[in-house]
């Protein structure tokens, strides 16, 4: 999360860091994590919930201060395909969509 509090910022505070905007993406990763934010949950809530009515001075200042809150993801695992593997190991694919996929070249 904190990694999308840094995307926000640097495009200068629009709430469209995220895909269906910054502030309601924080927002669902506080309703999933009751630990997250920690003693200053109730003001990140408060702050995002008011996000998109704030102006740019406001929304850098809750940028900063989320970003103390909020975690850095982990570095991703050492599970990810290559392009030489089969598509048929990645999630979701089966043999009918690689086929498909095949069939498309």
């Keep these: 999360m904190r990694e999308a509090v840094r995307g926000e910022q640097a495009m200068g505070c ?3 860091g995220l895909l269906g905007g910054f502030s309601a993406s924080v ?6 994590d009751r630990k997250a934010g920690g003693a200053a949950r109730s ?11 704030k102006n740019a001075a406001d929304r850098e ?4 201060r989320l970003s103390l809150l909020v975690p850095s993801s982990p570095p991703p695992s ?10 048929e190991t990645l999630p979701g694919v089966g043999p009918k969509v690689a086929a498909k996929m095949h069939s498309m070249g």
């Design 78 to 87: 050492g599970g990810s395909a290559s392009l030489q593997d089969p598509v």
């Design 14 to 16: 629009p709430d469209r």
């Design 43 to 53: 003001w990140a809530m408060a702050a995002l919930a008011s996000y998109g009515l």
């Design 27 to 32: 927002l669902r990763h506080l309703h999933a």
């Design 61 to 64: 200042e809750a940028c900063l």
